[in-house]
Protein backbone atom coordinates (compact mmCIF):
# COMPACT_ATOMS: atom_id res chain seq x y z
CA UNK A 1 0.00 0.00 0.00
CA UNK A 2 1.64 3.32 -0.68
CA UNK A 3 1.70 6.63 1.56
CA UNK A 4 -2.12 8.03 0.12
CA UNK A 5 -3.39 4.73 0.73
CA UNK A 6 -1.96 4.52 3.78
CA UNK A 7 -3.39 8.22 4.76
CA UNK A 8 -6.95 7.38 3.58
CA UNK A 9 -7.12 4.13 5.08
CA UNK A 10 -6.01 5.58 8.47
CA UNK A 11 -8.42 8.38 7.88
CA UNK A 12 -11.11 6.51 7.24
CA UNK A 13 -10.45 4.30 10.74
CA UNK A 14 -9.85 7.66 12.65
CA UNK A 15 -12.92 9.42 11.52
CA UNK A 16 -10.63 12.12 10.28
CA UNK A 17 -11.24 15.11 8.44
CA UNK A 18 -8.00 16.75 6.28
CA UNK A 19 -8.21 20.40 5.95
CA UNK A 20 -5.55 22.11 3.70
CA UNK A 21 -4.65 25.58 3.46
CA UNK A 22 -4.15 27.13 0.28
CA UNK A 23 -0.05 27.45 0.61
CA UNK A 24 -0.05 23.78 1.50
CA UNK A 25 1.97 21.63 -0.78
CA UNK A 26 0.38 20.42 -3.81
CA UNK A 27 0.31 16.33 -2.72
CA UNK A 28 -1.17 18.10 0.70
CA UNK A 29 -3.90 20.30 -0.87
CA UNK A 30 -4.58 16.83 -3.46
CA UNK A 31 -5.00 14.26 -0.35
CA UNK A 32 -7.33 17.08 1.74
CA UNK A 33 -11.15 16.58 1.87
CA UNK A 34 -11.27 19.98 2.20
CA UNK A 35 -8.87 22.71 1.10
CA UNK A 36 -9.33 26.76 1.55
CA UNK A 37 -8.36 30.39 2.99
CA UNK A 38 -8.52 31.01 6.47
CA UNK A 39 -12.17 32.12 6.27
CA UNK A 40 -13.46 28.57 4.35
CA UNK A 41 -11.26 26.32 7.05
CA UNK A 42 -12.35 28.01 10.29
CA UNK A 43 -16.10 27.44 8.47
CA UNK A 44 -15.66 23.91 7.82
CA UNK A 45 -13.77 23.15 11.11
CA UNK A 46 -16.45 24.70 13.04
CA UNK A 47 -18.68 22.94 11.36
CA UNK A 48 -17.37 19.24 11.23
CA UNK A 49 -18.66 16.14 12.75
CA UNK A 50 -15.60 14.24 12.27
CA UNK A 51 -14.22 13.13 15.42
CA UNK A 52 -10.18 13.88 14.37
CA UNK A 53 -9.72 17.18 12.76
CA UNK A 54 -6.28 17.29 10.60
CA UNK A 55 -5.18 20.74 10.24
CA UNK A 56 -2.43 20.76 7.59
CA UNK A 57 -1.52 24.87 7.59
CA UNK A 58 -0.04 26.67 10.92
CA UNK A 59 -0.38 26.50 14.48
CA UNK A 60 -3.12 29.32 14.59
CA UNK A 61 -4.95 27.71 12.35
CA UNK A 62 -5.23 24.17 14.40
CA UNK A 63 -5.83 26.98 17.41
CA UNK A 64 -9.06 28.53 15.79
CA UNK A 65 -10.20 24.86 15.09
CA UNK A 66 -9.63 23.32 18.49
CA UNK A 67 -11.21 26.41 20.03
CA UNK A 68 -14.47 26.15 17.33
CA UNK A 69 -14.72 22.41 17.89
CA UNK A 70 -13.45 21.85 21.69
CA UNK A 71 -14.43 17.96 21.62
CA UNK A 72 -12.80 17.00 18.67
CA UNK A 73 -9.22 16.37 18.48
CA UNK A 74 -7.15 18.64 16.33
CA UNK A 75 -3.79 17.38 15.09
CA UNK A 76 -1.14 19.53 13.59
CA UNK A 77 1.43 17.39 11.54
CA UNK A 78 4.25 19.43 12.58
CA UNK A 79 4.15 21.10 15.75
CA UNK A 80 6.84 23.63 14.74
CA UNK A 81 4.82 25.06 11.59
CA UNK A 82 3.85 28.93 13.73
CA UNK A 83 3.31 31.66 11.90
CA UNK A 84 5.97 34.43 12.37
CA UNK A 85 3.54 37.19 11.80
CA UNK A 86 1.26 35.80 14.40
CA UNK A 87 4.13 36.09 17.16
CA UNK A 88 4.47 39.38 16.72
CA UNK A 89 1.90 40.09 18.61
CA UNK A 90 2.18 39.59 22.02
CA UNK A 91 -1.16 39.70 24.50
CA UNK A 92 0.72 41.74 26.54
CA UNK A 93 1.84 44.67 24.32
CA UNK A 94 -1.68 44.28 22.99
CA UNK A 95 -3.31 45.20 26.56
CA UNK A 96 -0.90 47.99 26.88
CA UNK A 97 -2.10 49.61 23.54
CA UNK A 98 -5.79 48.66 24.73
CA UNK A 99 -5.29 50.84 27.73
CA UNK A 100 -4.44 53.80 25.74
CA UNK A 101 -7.56 53.75 23.47
CA UNK A 102 -9.80 51.84 26.12
CA UNK A 103 -12.92 52.99 23.85
CA UNK A 104 -11.12 50.81 20.84
CA UNK A 105 -12.88 48.12 19.25
CA UNK A 106 -10.38 45.32 18.88
CA UNK A 107 -10.13 43.52 15.67
CA UNK A 108 -7.80 40.81 15.20
CA UNK A 109 -6.58 38.76 12.11
CA UNK A 110 -7.15 35.35 12.53
CA UNK A 111 -3.54 35.19 12.13
CA UNK A 112 -2.80 35.66 15.51
CA UNK A 113 -2.63 33.95 19.00
CA UNK A 114 -5.70 32.43 20.93
CA UNK A 115 -4.19 34.89 23.77
CA UNK A 116 -4.73 37.46 21.31
CA UNK A 117 -8.00 36.61 20.16
CA UNK A 118 -9.03 36.09 23.62
CA UNK A 119 -8.79 40.32 24.29
CA UNK A 120 -9.99 40.95 20.63
CA UNK A 121 -14.08 42.00 19.95
CA UNK A 122 -14.06 40.58 16.79
CA UNK A 123 -11.77 38.48 14.68
CA UNK A 124 -11.66 38.83 10.42
CA UNK A 125 -9.71 36.98 7.88
CA UNK A 126 -8.56 38.74 4.08
CA UNK A 127 -11.71 37.79 2.91
CA UNK A 128 -13.85 39.58 5.16
CA UNK A 129 -11.75 42.34 7.00
CA UNK A 130 -13.70 44.96 4.97
CA UNK A 131 -16.78 43.54 6.06
CA UNK A 132 -16.10 43.57 9.42
CA UNK A 133 -13.96 47.11 9.72
CA UNK A 134 -17.39 48.41 8.02
CA UNK A 135 -19.21 46.55 10.83
CA UNK A 136 -17.48 49.11 12.99
CA UNK A 137 -19.17 52.17 14.17
CA UNK A 138 -17.02 55.17 12.55
CA UNK A 139 -17.34 56.82 15.85
CA UNK A 140 -15.45 54.01 17.78
CA UNK A 141 -11.80 53.70 17.00
CA UNK A 142 -10.29 50.47 15.77
CA UNK A 143 -7.06 48.08 16.55
CA UNK A 144 -6.36 46.34 14.08
CA UNK A 145 -3.82 43.59 14.78
CA UNK A 146 -1.21 42.26 13.49
CA UNK A 147 -1.38 42.83 9.99
CA UNK A 148 -0.26 46.80 9.41
CA UNK A 149 -0.90 45.95 5.51
CA UNK A 150 -4.35 44.12 5.72
CA UNK A 151 -5.54 46.87 8.39
CA UNK A 152 -4.83 49.34 6.17
CA UNK A 153 -5.85 47.64 3.12
CA UNK A 154 -9.30 47.42 5.08
CA UNK A 155 -9.53 50.92 6.50
CA UNK A 156 -9.09 52.56 3.33
CA UNK A 157 -11.57 50.03 1.92
CA UNK A 158 -14.49 50.85 4.66
CA UNK A 159 -13.82 54.65 3.85
CA UNK A 160 -11.75 55.25 7.39
CA UNK A 161 -8.84 57.59 6.46
CA UNK A 162 -7.65 58.65 10.17
CA UNK A 163 -4.78 55.99 10.74
CA UNK A 164 -2.37 55.59 13.46
CA UNK A 165 0.81 53.50 13.05
CA UNK A 166 1.40 51.79 16.60
CA UNK A 167 3.40 49.69 18.66
CA UNK A 168 2.23 49.40 21.99
CA UNK A 169 4.32 52.04 23.48
CA UNK A 170 4.13 54.84 20.87
CA UNK A 171 2.34 55.89 17.68
CA UNK A 172 4.87 55.99 15.36
CA UNK A 173 2.79 57.59 12.92
CA UNK A 174 -0.67 59.27 12.02
CA UNK A 175 -2.32 60.05 8.61
CA UNK A 176 -5.06 62.98 9.26
CA UNK A 177 -8.33 62.31 8.33
CA UNK A 178 -11.84 62.35 9.30
CA UNK A 179 -14.07 60.26 12.44
CA UNK A 180 -12.03 58.53 15.33
CA UNK A 181 -8.78 56.65 13.98
CA UNK A 182 -7.37 53.06 13.23
CA UNK A 183 -4.62 52.04 14.97
CA UNK A 184 -2.68 49.42 13.26
CA UNK A 185 -0.04 46.90 14.40
CA UNK A 186 3.47 46.86 12.96
CA UNK A 187 3.38 43.76 12.19
CA UNK A 188 3.32 42.36 8.84
CA UNK A 189 3.75 38.69 7.12
CA UNK A 190 7.15 38.66 5.69
CA UNK A 191 6.18 36.12 2.63
CA UNK A 192 3.68 39.08 1.11
CA UNK A 193 5.99 42.08 2.69
CA UNK A 194 9.30 40.76 0.43
CA UNK A 195 7.18 41.10 -2.66
CA UNK A 196 8.64 44.37 -3.83
CA UNK A 197 7.17 46.98 -5.71
CA UNK A 198 10.28 46.77 -8.19
CA UNK A 199 9.22 42.44 -8.81
CA UNK A 200 6.19 43.68 -9.60
CA UNK A 201 7.18 46.11 -12.09
CA UNK A 202 9.65 43.88 -13.60
CA UNK A 203 7.10 40.91 -13.99
CA UNK A 204 4.28 43.33 -15.25
CA UNK A 205 7.07 44.25 -18.25
CA UNK A 206 8.02 40.67 -18.81
CA UNK A 207 4.32 39.75 -19.16
CA UNK A 208 2.41 42.85 -20.32
CA UNK A 209 -0.86 40.70 -20.92
CA UNK A 210 -1.04 39.63 -17.53
CA UNK A 211 -3.65 41.05 -14.89
CA UNK A 212 -1.98 41.43 -11.50
CA UNK A 213 -3.67 39.73 -8.13
CA UNK A 214 -3.21 40.53 -4.87
CA UNK A 215 -3.17 39.37 -1.01
CA UNK A 216 -4.49 42.16 1.13
CA UNK A 217 -1.55 41.03 3.31
CA UNK A 218 1.33 43.07 0.47
CA UNK A 219 2.17 46.22 0.77
CA UNK A 220 0.25 48.84 0.42
CA UNK A 221 2.21 49.76 -3.18
CA UNK A 222 1.73 46.73 -4.73
CA UNK A 223 -2.22 46.31 -3.15
CA UNK A 224 -2.73 49.47 -5.18
CA UNK A 225 -0.92 47.95 -8.61
CA UNK A 226 -3.20 45.54 -8.97
CA UNK A 227 -6.44 44.56 -11.08
CA UNK A 228 -7.62 42.32 -7.89
CA UNK A 229 -7.00 42.12 -4.31
CA UNK A 230 -8.48 39.47 -2.34
CA UNK A 231 -8.00 36.38 0.03
CA UNK A 232 -6.40 33.18 -2.04
CA UNK A 233 -10.15 32.23 -2.35
CA UNK A 234 -11.48 35.26 -3.59
CA UNK A 235 -8.24 35.34 -5.80
CA UNK A 236 -9.13 31.84 -7.20
CA UNK A 237 -12.76 32.21 -7.48
CA UNK A 238 -12.04 35.93 -9.72
CA UNK A 239 -9.30 34.12 -11.92
CA UNK A 240 -11.75 31.50 -12.67
CA UNK A 241 -14.63 33.35 -13.64
CA UNK A 242 -12.33 35.92 -14.79
CA UNK A 243 -12.68 35.82 -19.11
CA UNK A 244 -8.80 37.28 -19.35
CA UNK A 245 -6.09 34.41 -20.01
CA UNK A 246 -3.14 35.14 -18.18
CA UNK A 247 -2.29 36.10 -14.30
CA UNK A 248 0.55 37.37 -12.40
CA UNK A 249 -0.25 36.44 -8.75
CA UNK A 250 1.44 38.79 -5.78
CA UNK A 251 0.69 36.00 -3.14
CA UNK A 252 2.30 32.76 -1.66
CA UNK A 253 3.16 30.05 -4.22
CA UNK A 254 1.12 27.62 -3.38
CA UNK A 255 -1.75 29.29 -4.84
CA UNK A 256 -0.76 28.68 -7.61
CA UNK A 257 -1.40 24.62 -7.95
CA UNK A 258 -5.38 25.32 -7.53
CA UNK A 259 -5.45 28.40 -9.74
CA UNK A 260 -3.63 25.91 -12.49
CA UNK A 261 -5.80 22.57 -11.79
CA UNK A 262 -8.90 24.57 -11.71
CA UNK A 263 -7.79 26.56 -14.92
CA UNK A 264 -6.02 24.35 -16.97
CA UNK A 265 -6.45 26.75 -19.94
CA UNK A 266 -5.00 29.97 -18.43
CA UNK A 267 -1.01 30.93 -17.46
CA UNK A 268 -0.22 32.02 -14.19
CA UNK A 269 2.96 33.99 -13.13
CA UNK A 270 4.17 34.13 -9.79
CA UNK A 271 5.09 37.96 -8.95
CA UNK A 272 8.28 36.35 -7.68
CA UNK A 273 10.02 32.79 -6.79
CA UNK A 274 10.68 34.11 -3.00
CA UNK A 275 7.13 33.89 -2.02
CA UNK A 276 7.50 30.64 -0.03
CA UNK A 277 6.11 30.14 3.33
CA UNK A 278 8.45 27.67 5.06
CA UNK A 279 6.22 27.13 7.61
CA UNK A 280 3.52 26.04 5.51
CA UNK A 281 5.48 23.53 3.80
CA UNK A 282 6.75 21.55 7.13
CA UNK A 283 3.79 19.75 6.54
CA UNK A 284 4.56 16.38 4.48
CA UNK A 285 2.58 13.04 3.40
CA UNK A 286 5.01 11.27 5.96
CA UNK A 287 4.17 13.61 9.44
CA UNK A 288 0.38 13.55 8.13
CA UNK A 289 0.31 9.51 8.14
CA UNK A 290 2.50 9.77 11.47
CA UNK A 291 -0.13 12.31 13.15
CA UNK A 292 -2.63 10.03 12.04
CA UNK A 293 -1.15 6.74 13.89
CA UNK A 294 0.34 8.19 16.59
CA UNK A 295 -2.83 10.78 16.94
CA UNK A 296 -0.09 13.67 18.04
CA UNK A 297 1.04 16.43 17.69
CA UNK A 298 -2.40 17.54 18.86
CA UNK A 299 -3.14 21.33 19.94
CA UNK A 300 -5.28 22.27 22.43
CA UNK A 301 -6.35 25.75 24.11
CA UNK A 302 -6.81 26.43 28.12
CA UNK A 303 -10.53 27.03 28.83
CA UNK A 304 -10.54 30.47 29.60
CA UNK A 305 -8.22 31.43 26.76
CA UNK A 306 -10.66 29.34 24.14
CA UNK A 307 -13.55 31.02 26.16
CA UNK A 308 -12.14 34.35 25.02
CA UNK A 309 -11.02 33.48 21.83
CA UNK A 310 -14.60 31.83 21.05
CA UNK A 311 -16.58 34.98 21.42
CA UNK A 312 -14.44 37.09 18.59
CA UNK A 313 -14.54 34.26 16.39
CA UNK A 314 -18.23 33.99 16.60
CA UNK A 315 -18.93 37.52 16.18
CA UNK A 316 -16.89 36.77 12.94
CA UNK A 317 -18.46 33.92 11.66
CA UNK A 318 -22.11 35.48 12.43
CA UNK A 319 -20.73 38.02 10.37
CA UNK A 320 -19.76 36.19 7.28
CA UNK A 321 -23.31 33.90 7.92
S1 LIG B 1 2.25 33.16 4.64
FE1 LIG B 1 2.71 34.75 6.14
S2 LIG B 1 0.85 35.04 7.32
FE2 LIG B 1 0.68 33.06 6.25
S3 LIG B 1 1.47 31.56 7.73
FE3 LIG B 1 3.21 32.16 6.43
S4 LIG B 1 4.19 33.85 7.58
FE4 LIG B 1 2.11 33.58 8.46
Given amino acids: M ?18 AHYYQRAEVQDIADIVGDSLKLA ?34 PDANSGCPMADMCHPRELA ?17 SAAVKAQSDICCTSANAVKVMKSVPTDRPVIFVPDRWLGQYAAERAGRSRLIWADSTRDLAE ?3 E ?33 LCAHPECRDEVVKMARFTGSTGQILAWCSSSEHREFLIATEEGILHPLRKANPDKTFHPVTSLAVCHDMKLVTLEKILWALEDME ?12 ARKAIDAMLALSA
Fill in 179 to 211: GAPVVLWDGYCHVHHHILPEFVREAMAKHPEAE
Fill in 297 to 308: PRVTVEAETAAG
Fill in 2 to 19: NLVERIRELKRKRKAVLL
Fill in 96 to 112: ELKSRYPDAVVVSYVNS
Fill in 43 to 76: IEAARTDAEVVVFCGVHFMAETAAITCPDRVVLL
Fill in 175 to 177: REG
